[in-house]
């Protein structure tokens, strides 16, 4: 089951706490979009705490691989509900490229919380 979180208060705990915030967040945005795409249809569907690690190991190059297949899960968890989806694979990597994935994180959270139980 997906938890409805507010954007707002996980952008401003992961200020507070230096990031320590930012990585459960990023852990549980991957467990939440491989939640969403149970069978996944060949995308990856690494866990977290996997996907943080391999992220850590490479010094963020998984991360920038990790942000366009969450948009990939995404899209798909969306086409699969009869929802218009766009290609936010793209978007969300390049955010992540130009030093701006918080943001894509928190476009990444809005879809979740918009298909939420």
Do not use: H
Not at 9 to 21: E, F, P, Q, R
Not at 30 to 45: F, R, V
Not at 53 to 70: D, E, F
């Amino acid at each position: 089951m997906i938890q409805r979180r507010s954007i707002a208060m996980c952008i401003i705990l992961s200020l507070v706490t230096c990031g320590i915030y930012g990585i459960y967040w990023f852990v549980v945005l991957t467990d939440d979009a491989n939640t969403l795409l149970p069978d996944n249809k060949g995308l990856n569907n690494t866990s977290g705490g996997v996907a943080f690690l391999l992220s850590l190991v490479t010094c963020g190059i998984y991360g920038l691989y990790w942000a366009y297949k969450q948009g990939e899960k995404i899209d798909e968890a969306k086409t699969a509900r009869g929802i218009m989806s766009s290609n936010s694979g793209i978007i969300y990597l390049l955010l992540t490229i130009f030093g701006f994935g918080i943001i894509a994180e928190a476009l990444m959270q809005n879809e979740l919380n918009s298909m939420a139980f």
